[in-house]
């Protein structure tokens, strides 16, 4: 199986900075697709962007030029750097990580990220 753990997230004021990572261990033999989500109680998880195995990076319209997505060191590291954040950027943030041989979606614990002043 494969497990995820996020790190980063907290409290910042509008306009501020985050950067969250998300390292994936266990069964894992090749790049995988990962990315974020992100949801609110009582929401609906919405998707944020995600990377694929040749790192192709696609965004939500409402994060393009404020939130970047990458990997890390190694295959099994991802992170979103999001600057300029707003109000509406408090969530709960999921990393995910799209396992091929396997054929399934493994998630995070999700951490939280609130924009307040």
């Known amino acids: 199986q494969v497990q995820l753990v996020e790190s980063g997230g907290g409290l910042v004021q509008p306009g501020g900075s985050l950067r969250l990572s998300c390292v994936a261990s266990g069964d894992i033999d090749s790049i995988p697709d990962m990315g974020w989500y992100r949801q609110a109680p009582g929401k609906q998880r919405e998707w944020v962007a995600d990377?694929?195995?040749?790192?192709?990076?696609i965004y939500t319209d409402s994060v393009k030029s404020r939130f970047t997505i990458g990997r890390g060191g190694d295959k099994n590291t991802v992170y979103l750097q999001m600057n300029d954040l707003k109000s509406e950027d408090t969530d709960n943030y999921y990393c995910?990580?799209?396992?091929?041989?396997?054929?399934?979606?493994?998630w995070g614990q999700g951490i939280q990220v609130t924009v307040s002043a």
């Open positions: 995910f990580l799209d396992h091929r041989r396997l054929g399934r979606r493994f």
């Open positions: 990377i694929d195995t040749g790192g192709r990076a």
